[in-house]
């Protein structure tokens, strides 16, 4: 068996390179990846100073005069509700904390219910409803009896 001492053929030769190949991309890998970035960071985000649906009104709502009282709010949900066609004739107990409004009671249609929960939406200071009023002559399951 003859060796081959100090001769490379075409195949050693293929492999040496590939090799040399491999650790130059190797050695760009590592240098790129120790470069900080090319673009720059992105900015946070910020919170929208209106709503999306202002500029479908043409123009941002105006603010508020002045923070309306608990009172002054149940006052004017309570004369809303008598003079709504649709609640006018249910009994509907309205609380109001913190301008969190709470519909209480019962009525007679789904209708009724709505119209009140609008009426009290409606209501400038309110920053929230809690629509609980419930039809009158509906079993435990929420079905007419």
């Not at 050693?12 to 240098?31: C, G, I, K, M, P």
């Not at 992105?42 to 043409?58: A, C, H, I, Q």
């Not at 941002?60 to 009282?69: G, H, K, L, Q, V």
């Amino acid at each position: 068996m003859r060796r081959w001492a100090g001769m490379l053929g075409p195949d050693d030769l293929r492999r040496s390179e590939e090799a040399a190949n491999a650790e130059r991309v190797a050695r760009e890998t590592v240098a790129r990846m120790a470069e900080p970035p090319a673009v720059a960071p992105v900015p946070p985000w910020s919170y929208p100073t209106g709503r999306y649906y202002d500029s479908w009104f043409g123009t941002d709502p105006p603010p508020a005069e002045r923070e309306f009282s608990d009172g002054e709010i149940n006052a004017v949900i309570v004369d809303r509700l008598h003079t709504n066609p649709h609640t006018q004739d249910d009994t509907i107990k309205v609380d109001v904390k913190q301008r969190v409004v709470i519909l209480g009671g019962e009525v007679s249609s789904w209708l009724a219910k709505r119209a009140a929960g609008d009426d009290a939406w409606d209501t400038r200071g309110v920053v929230d409803v809690s629509n609980q009023l419930e039809r009158r002559g509906r079993d435990a399951r929420g079905r007419d009896a």
